[in-house]
């Protein structure tokens, strides 16, 4: 019992959120459903209401390499009654490199 568990477990870890991509969001065209969107990219990142019956959809794609971040990525898509009117991709790099860990600890060997 406690093996089949684990790897449920496992499995459920495995199984994780779809990430937005160049190529999924070149795939993405103009007139497309919400349906079809959130089947493609899965659920949007963040959800805004804009003017009279449009809601932005933003997607988050964030770059690595040598464990800091280097740039993000910013899929937007207007929606108007359930399709898309509009979309655009915007490149943000951060002022300096992000490290995903703690910055003591890389400059040291010494534990606190």
Do not use: W
């Amino acid at each position: 019992m406690k093996k089949y568990f684990i790897f449920l477990m496992f499995i459920s870890c495995a199984v994780g959120h779809k990430t937005m991509t160049q190529d999924i969001f070149g795939d993405i065209s103009v007139g497309t459903t919400e349906k079809v969107l959130i089947k493609k990219a899965g659920k949007p990142n963040f959800i805004k209401k804009l003017e009279s019956n449009q809601m932005e959809y933003e997607y988050l794609e964030t770059i690595y390499s040598a464990g800091r971040i280097i740039e993000i990525r910013r899929y937007l898509f207007i929606l108007e009654n359930n399709k898309i009117i509009s979309k655009k991709m915007v490149f943000e790099k951060p002022p300096f490199p992000v490290f995903d860990r703690n910055a003591y600890d890389m400059q040291t060997s010494e534990k606190a």
